[in-house]
């Protein structure tokens, strides 16, 4: 099959099983702020984000490293999944030993039970991928969904358990999909302590222990933000700025789908003749779609947090186009990191992580007492810009990636000019030019794959 079409295939795919549950944090929206408060919203972010930082710490990012490999022809799969599983049990019972120490931190049981559930079905899930199992790992999405969906009415409408019913609801949309896939795939099959090899678990951890700082860093320039700003402003401000980044995550959905199936290309195609082609290729699509994404959701920002959340959390649309972007960087500099991950080079993607993480840091300090909490989607933007410049540079040493700097460039002023309409828009006049700007961002990202568009449509229509 032609590269393009497989990449395009394992994304109708993923996009089947993937895209009800990314949505579910997009329509949900309205349910949780109707019946959470600003702050009990907040709260859970911030916890959801702590648990998003302590998965690959406390499993030794191993979940990574199981799907890196069982994606490998050469592997034998019941011995990659067999450690995996083994390497998470023995951090698992460290973390039962400390149960005391933790059980004093507010939520902190909670937390802990929660990061090994969903880790332990995520690493079920992306072995599913690894071995072509996409179906299944599809399905598991798509159940997991109507799981959440169903326990959120009961436990927080129904029940108005509120905060707990909402915490409530993601265990056990975890635990639904772990014991799914533990039937689907049979599991029983690929897990004994005879299929333990202690050399391959070594090149595993080889693979996984150094995305551990990256993922931190990682965090620190994506999910910090609610942090500094639970701390310096406080939990209320923290659940407006839970809800400005929701909007910017239905680009991350949609980029989150794509990726899964790009993994599996990048891999596969890595050691082809013409791979920076193929690279830059479709990175140049993707940034073109993610520009025009961007766009739109700046130029509706207003009208997205009036529909999707009550007057308490309008002030939230002023923070969506500066979030958005931060997102559209995020998306760049995670497919460049394709390029390390399917060298299996996992520790050249530190330095520009952690890069990114200090920068990010030093903004949100400097921004935040300025500009509010917008000055946290301010600081989220410009270091994931220069986390993707920096990814960039540095992946030259394994493949040349080609970038368009001047479709870039000019769709990142036309972002600007249109962003800084939303905040003067006062008459009919600045509503033309803020539809003029979109128009133009659309016309000149569209323009350089429109005689791809035109094959496609003719083929479709014979």
């Not at 059980?103 to 902190?108: D, L």
């Not at 050399?199 to 551990?212: D, G, H, R, T």
């Not at 961002?441 to 794959?449: A, S």
Request: hydrophobic share 55%; with cysteine; glycine share 6%.
């Amino acid at each position: 099959m032609d590269r393009y079409k497989k990449l395009f295939s394992n994304s109708a795919i993923f996009a089947i099983g993937n895209l009800g549950s990314k949505m579910i944090t997009f329509v949900m929206v309205p349910l949780y702020t109707r019946y959470l408060t600003t702050s009990q919203y907040g709260q859970s972010d911030v916890l959801s984000t702590i648990v998003s930082l302590l998965t690959p710490i406390l499993t030794l990012s191993i979940i990574d490293a199981v799907f890196r490999f069982a994606i490998d022809k050469a592997s034998d799969n019941r011995q990659v999944l067999t450690n995996g599983i083994y390497i998470s049990l023995i951090s698992a019972v460290i973390c039962l030993l400390l149960s005391p120490i933790i059980a004093r931190f507010h939520y902190g049981i909670y937390v802990c039970v929660l990061t090994y559930a969903s880790a332990i079905e995520s690493m079920f899930q992306q072995f599913a991928r690894g071995i072509g199992r996409s179906k299944l790992y599809a399905s598991t999405g798509i159940l997991m969904t109507i799981i959440t969906v169903i326990s959120n009415i009961i436990m927080i409408v129904l029940f108005g358990w509120g905060l707990n019913g909402y915490l409530a609801s993601m265990l056990i949309a975890q635990i639904g999909g772990l014991l799914y896939l533990l039937i689907a795939l049979k599991a029983w099959r690929y897990i004994s302590f005879n299929n333990i090899n202690k050399s391959l678990a070594i090149q595993m951890l080889i693979y996984s222990v150094p995305l551990i700082p990256n993922a931190v860093s990682w965090w620190l320039s994506n999910s910090a933000n609610k942090i500094f700003i639970a701390l310096m402003i406080g939990a209320s401000a923290n659940g407006i700025y839970a809800v400005a980044n929701k909007i910017p995550s239905l680009i991350s959905v949609f980029y989150t789908i794509f990726t899964q199936a790009w993994q599996i290309s990048a891999v596969e195609e890595f050691k082809s003749k013409d791979v920076g082609k193929f690279f830059s290729t479709v990175l140049s699509a993707t940034m073109s779609v993610l520009f025009i994404g961007v766009a739109l959701l700046t130029l509706l920002s207003k009208i997205l947090v009036y529909i999707l959340s009550t007057p308490d959390y309008y002030s939230a649309w002023q923070i969506v186009p500066w979030l958005s972007l931060a997102v559209l960087y995020s998306c760049v500099s995670s497919f460049i990191g394709t390029v390390y991950t399917s060298s299996m080079k996992t520790g050249q993607l530190l330095s520009t992580t952690m890069a990114g993480a200090v920068i990010n840091v030093l903004m949100n300090l400097i921004m935040i007492p300025v500009m509010g909490v917008v000055g946290a989607g301010v600081g989220a933007a410009v270091s994931f810009a220069i986390v993707s410049v920096l990814r960039l540079r540095e992946s030259r040493r394994f493949i040349y990636i080609s970038v368009n700097w001047r479709l870039v460039t000019a769709s990142q002023i036309l972002i600007l000019i249109e962003l800084g309409l939303m905040f003067v828009f006062s008459n009919l006049w600045v509503g033309f030019a803020l539809a003029t700007v979109f128009l133009l961002i659309v016309v000149i990202n569209v323009k350089p794959f429109w005689p791809v568009i035109q094959t496609a449509v003719k083929r479709f229509r014979k």
